[in-house]
């Protein structure tokens, strides 16, 4: 069974910084691409940032030069540093991992999401 738990949200100000991590446990066998996404109320859940296993990383035209996306492999942990912080960032951060397990094959797996709140 794969377990995938995001961390760090909280309440900041604009212009502040925040940490996001996420990490993956269970019987993995590998992580192919990780990423985070966002969702506003009221609107869709969005892509921020993904990294390949290889390190190739991509980014929302909203996020780019603010927030980087980075991974441990060797912890299954992906984390998403965010600068310089707007209000327009306030969402629920959820992490998504594309996991392969013993006995369970491949599949994507989503963290349980956490809160991100800006003040302006």
């Known amino acids: 069974q794969v377990h995938v738990v995001d961390t760090g949200g909280g309440l900041v100000q604009a212009g502040g910084s925040l940490r996001l991590s996420c990490a993956a446990s269970?019987?993995?066998?590998?992580?192919?691409?990780m990423g985070w996404y966002r969702q506003a109320p009221g609107k869709q859940r969005e892509l921020v940032a993904a990294?390949?296993?290889?390190?190739?990383?991509t980014y929302a035209d909203s996020v780019k030069g603010r927030f980087t996306i980075s991974r441990d492999n060797a912890k299954n942990t992906v984390y998403l540093q965010m600068n310089s912080l707007k209000a327009e960032d306030t969402a629920v951060y959820y992490c998504?991992?594309?996991?392969?397990?013993?006995?369970?094959?491949?599949?994507?797996?989503w963290g349980q999401g956490t809160q991100v709140t800006v003040s302006a």
């Open positions: 998504n991992q594309y996991i392969c397990a013993v006995a369970a094959g491949c599949d994507a797996y």
């Open positions: 269970g019987s993995i066998t590998s992580i192919n691409a």
């Open positions: 990294i390949s296993r290889g390190g190739i990383t």
